[in-house]
């Protein structure tokens, strides 16, 4: 492949993800099934208009938190895809009434408060998991795989920079998440450490979300089996949100083997 293809290819990828790629939650833009594209336009036009008029009535100011739906919609997806459809109405019902409309009607570019989010990931914690945030972990790998699926944007991860094109992903946080900002600190072959620093009202279990996008990210860019660690949390009386990534020992990504499979969910 010559220079001026690699540009034009890397380029094409980089437009692919600034329009599908959430850093944080989930990050691709499915549905709930049954919804139909003319229903959600409709949904679009209406929600986007009541989301305008209160942003400028002054709505905002109470400094809550808001994040894309895309997040939630694809927890929903993941959760009723590998647990079936009879837990996820378990986590449902554990769900306050607003959390369980916005699930049904929301579509993946609203925007709406980060507490739905993580009072879904509470509740789905509760009923799959044992309280120690590897379901809300396994729900931002999920997503962060919905986006990065595809021979063509692994291809562009393969040949591409990584360290340029994992900083670019990252400077996306503001497109998926109206406060704050995610920060490459560190890109090596053995070690990736990134913060994420402005978010007004930290969350754990929103954290551990991060903890498993730095999994999928990192393995997109040619790591095996990485091991991403949450190693400070402000939620948890740390002064920063720090995440640090890790190289399994004595592997050098850059000679890996072939990769013949994806690690199950």
């Known amino acids: 492949m010559t220079r001026p293809q690699l540009i034009g290819w890397t380029g094409s990828f980089l437009r692919l993800v600034s329009r599908s790629v959430s850093p944080v939650s989930g990050l691709g833009a499915a549905g709930l099934p049954g919804s139909t594209l003319g229903e959600s336009t409709r949904l679009l036009h209406r929600r986007e208009g009541r989301l305008q008029c209160s942003r400028r009535s002054g709505e905002r100011g109470n400094s809550t938190v808001r994040v894309k739906a895309q997040g939630l919609l694809n927890a929903v997806k993941w959760i ?18 607003p959390v369980r409309e916005r699930c049904a009607t929301a579509i993946a570019i609203n925007w709406h408060p980060m507490q739905e989010l993580v009072e879904l990931l509470q509740s789905a914690e509760h009923v799959l998991g044992t309280g120690n945030g590897r379901v809300a972990e396994r729900i931002g790998e999920a997503g962060a795989r919905a986006n990065l699926k595809g021979v063509l944007i692994r291809m562009a991860f393969w040949v591409a920079n990584p360290e340029f094109l994992m900083r670019r992903v990252a400077g996306l946080w503001r497109r998926f998440n109206d406060e704050g900002e995610m920060i490459m600190l560190h890109v090596a072959e053995d070690v990736r450490r990134f913060e994420v620093t402005g978010v007004s009202t930290p969350n754990w279990l929103f954290c551990c979300t991060i903890t498993g996008w730095g999994t999928v990210t990192t393995e997109a860019a040619g790591v095996v089996d990485p091991i991403a660690r949450h190693v400070e949390c402000r939620a948890r009386g740390a002064s920063r949100c720090l995440w640090q990534v890790t190289t399994p020992a004595g592997l050098n990504p850059s000679s890996r083997p072939p990769r013949t499979s994806e690690r199950p969910p």
């Open 80 to 97: 009723e895809a590998e647990y079936g459809r009879k837990a996820l109405d378990q986590v449902l019902a554990g769900c306050s009434p």
